[in-house]
């Protein structure tokens, strides 16, 4: 089916791994998005990239690394997990029009709960 | 700083009876505004969005939400709650730092308890 789905949706993992969530989105659109909720906090943005092989910081990239050598990929890498990255995450994409007066809203993956003991 | 304020946790009304969701904003360029709703276990959805034109815009699942620029706002409403209704729902604006990035600040959220 269509859409933007992400994987795994649920990981339990340990202290100092690697673990590598993945989004795959089949709109071609050009941008796309992580980010984390926790409570409190809402959604905050971890890194974001406009197409494939261009990609920025967001509020609070430490910690985490992303690549996206096609456009329908953006895969991130927590390179050594802590405790304190214990969250849900969230993929999302929209397709180009920063002009001034359009405007393309951002479609949401379902979201993967990792747990870091 | 561009930012977006959400300042209810928790929001509970009966079933049938009108619900607002409080928003307001803080942003260097033109206001692009959002709400996006969540469900348990599930991603966000969008439900509407304000760029520019009529104050009251209309979106999905009957909600509505209404531009004020004096009041710097764009709070959700909807005539008559439903039970089904019950989610958290984030308001959202676009962020103008570093271009056309289509970027978005987002709101901690007001969780919606409708009481049938």
């Known amino acids: 089916d269509a859409g933007i789905t992400q994987s795994p949706r649920y990981k339990i993992t340990e202290t100092g791994r690697q673990v590598t969530l993945m989004c795959h989105q089949t709109w071609s659109h050009s941008y796309m998005f992580w980010y984390r909720q926790d409570l409190g906090h809402g959604l905050r943005l971890i890194y974001y990239s406009a197409a494939a092989d261009i990609t920025d910081k967001g509020e609070v990239p430490d910690g985490y690394v992303v690549s996206r050598s096609k456009t329908e990929n953006f895969p991130l890498t927590l390179e050594s997990a802590t405790r304190s990255q214990t969250s849900v995450y969230f993929c999302?994409?929209?397709?180009?029009?920063?002009?001034?007066?359009?405007?393309?809203?951002?479609?949401f993956g379902p979201g993967t709960r990792l747990t870091v003991l | 700083a561009q930012s977006v304020a959400q300042p209810e946790d928790q929001v509970n009304v009966a079933e049938g009876n009108p619900l607002t969701v409080k928003c307001t904003y803080s942003v260097s360029g033109n206001p692009y505004l959002f709400w996006y709703v969540q469900y348990p276990n599930r991603g966000l959805q969008f439900l509407l969005k304000?760029?520019?034109?009529d104050n009251l815009v209309k979106g999905s699942y009957g909600f509505e939400a209404e531009f004020n620029k004096s009041q710097t706002s764009f709070h959700l409403k909807k005539p008559s709650a439903l039970v089904s209704d019950s989610a958290l729902y984030f308001c959202a604006v676009r962020d103008w730092g570093g271009g056309a990035t289509n970027k978005l600040i987002f709101g901690t959220g007001t969780l919606l308890a409708v009481q049938p």
């Open positions: 304000y760029i520019t034109g």
């Open positions: 999302a994409s929209s397709g180009s029009g920063g002009a001034v007066g359009s405007y393309n809203e951002q479609f």
